[in-house]
């Protein structure tokens, strides 16, 4: 039976329950935790909600990551970019690469799809959270676009697109020098192929667009909406994807990768900068992005996408994702996702 979406809730189920346990710090008397169990049935996502808040005791030492990926090994650094970098076949593009600004976009040796391609945004080799600009970054989305409307060009029946980014080691970045990655194809990963199934069944219980009224839903309640700006929201998700929470963001009145313009990227890019910023402050290093978006024009999928803070446990460097995550598609979160909007609000006003 496929889940139900319906307007009163927008799928965001949530049970309470109770684990108990005599304390060895309090005389052995017992005591008991709530805990949340949260099912966001748009996106699919199970994520038990703990009672305690998440505090990362310090900031990993990025210096470590620096050493052991100098800029003379650095594939993406100009010693060694042109010599090893992969190029396109030039009927794709003369050149080899496609080329905005300072950012070139190249193929993945190690692609994980047909058609996956790397963006370096610059020469530059290590680039700290508060540097990723939207001046910095701009040129490496558009570029994205350019790769995509040549793709089209040549392959109509491609129809689906993604945009992702894993900075940093810990974001399971292979490579110190900041990059992003592109995925085209004709038909959606699984998550999307989900968003897409959701908004479709919504379309015929409800008889309404969903991102409409799950943006309109989020905001009468006020407990996880962010900000809008322009024509961005940015909300906190009801059942986050990582340990230390989840932003998500939506154009609300996009319809596909092409009606993005300049200065909606612009508007992406400069809320994220804001997120990069409360990110350093709070110590974490790292994080995971996708945008994802259609080809053509329709209303079953907007453009949007997640941003997930990522980090090791100190101090033996303990990886974030357990056997939860990975073999039993839960998430454990301890950051209330609540608190998570409520602390990120303050960056968001100007």
């Excluded at 650094?77 to 080899?96: H, S, Y």
């Excluded at 900041?178 to 959701?198: A, K, N, W, Y």
């Excluded at 839903?217 to 986050?240: C, H, M, N, S």
């Excluded at 230390?244 to 909606?264: C, N």
Aim: one cysteine or more.
């Amino acid at each position: 039976m496929e889940p139900m979406i319906c307007k009163k809730d927008m799928g965001c189920r949530r049970e309470v329950t109770v684990g108990r346990y005599l304390d060895p710090f309090d005389g052995f008397r017992e005591k008991e935790a709530a805990f949340e169990i949260r099912r966001d049935e748009i996106t699919g996502v199970t994520s038990r909600i703990l009672p305690y808040r998440l505090k990362v005791p310090q900031k990993p030492d990025v210096q470590t990551y620096i050493d052991r990926s100098p800029e003379a090994l650095c594939p993406f650094c100009p010693g060694l970019f042109e010599k090893i970098t992969p190029r396109f076949t030039p009927d794709l593009v003369a050149e080899g690469k496609f080329k905005h600004g300072m950012a070139l976009l190249f193929p993945n040796a190690f692609p994980y799809d047909r058609y996956n391609t790397v963006v370096r945004f610059s020469p530059q080799h290590y680039v700290p959270l508060p540097e990723l600009t939207p001046e910095l970054t701009l040129d490496g989305f558009l570029v994205c676009r350019d790769y995509f409307r040549r793709m089209v060009e040549l392959h109509p029946e491609l129809r689906y697109c993604s945009i992702n980014w894993n900075y940093m080691p810990p974001a399971g970045g292979g490579l110190l020098h900041p990059h992003i990655q592109t995925v085209i194809g004709e038909t959606p990963t699984r998550f999307m192929q989900g968003l897409c199934d959701s908004a479709g069944r919504y379309r015929e219980s409800e008889g309404g667009n969903l991102w409409e009224d799950f943006i309109a839903y989020e905001k009468e309640q006020g407990e996880r909406f962010i900000a809008d700006t322009g024509a961005v929201t940015w909300l906190a998700a009801f059942a986050p994807k990582g340990m230390a929470g989840e932003v998500s963001f939506f154009f609300r009145e996009r319809r596909s990768i092409f009606a993005l313009t300049e200065g909606d990227f612009i508007e992406l890019l400069t809320g994220l900068s804001r997120i990069f910023a409360y990110l350093e402050k709070s110590n974490f290093i790292s994080f995971n992005l996708a945008l994802y978006a259609t080809i053509q024009e329709n209303d079953i999928l907007r453009v949007q996408g997640k941003l997930v803070p990522r980090f090791v446990i100190l101090p033996l460097g303990t990886s974030d994702l357990n056997y939860f995550e990975k073999l039993h598609d839960e998430i454990i979160c301890p950051v209330m996702p609540e608190d998570l909007c409520r602390d990120l609000k303050p960056w968001f006003q100007d």
